[in-house]
């Protein structure tokens, strides 16, 4: 059943995606691009094929560098929606930066297991980039990051 809700959503979600303008910008992001964001955490994940897990049983922060591929993106993202298993509540914040690496805008979101939506943020500068940075509960994996960016 779980597994009939989840496949539901992610048709519904692509169904929607499809009907933007802003469709084509969308990024999938394999959540093994993220790492570790304490050095001293370096041993409480395991970057596996379907995403990072927190080997640990206590929440680690972990961050993930996400690619502009807009080249001329001053309006920021659509939405963000993040995919997680294990238990509890997973938080992420998303970031945008200027070309100076200052923060230009920010949002947040948490949910339990699945997926949960981030809201947009701004993007002020066409050599910007973003971050994301998730408080990742103990045994859970970061499996997917989606993300649109607006034209």
Known sequence: MKKLITSALVVALSSVASLSPAADNRQNFQGSVCDNFYASDSGSFDHQHNGLRNTSGTGKMVHCPLTIDESVNTGGTNWVWVRWSGTGTMSCTMLSHDVNNNVASSAAGYGGPGWFSIPAV????????????????????????VMSESD
Do not use: V
């Open 122 to 145: 701004s993007d002020a500068d066409t050599w910007g980039n973003y971050s994301l940075y998730c408080s990742l509960p103990g045994l859970a994996t970061l499996q997917t990051i």
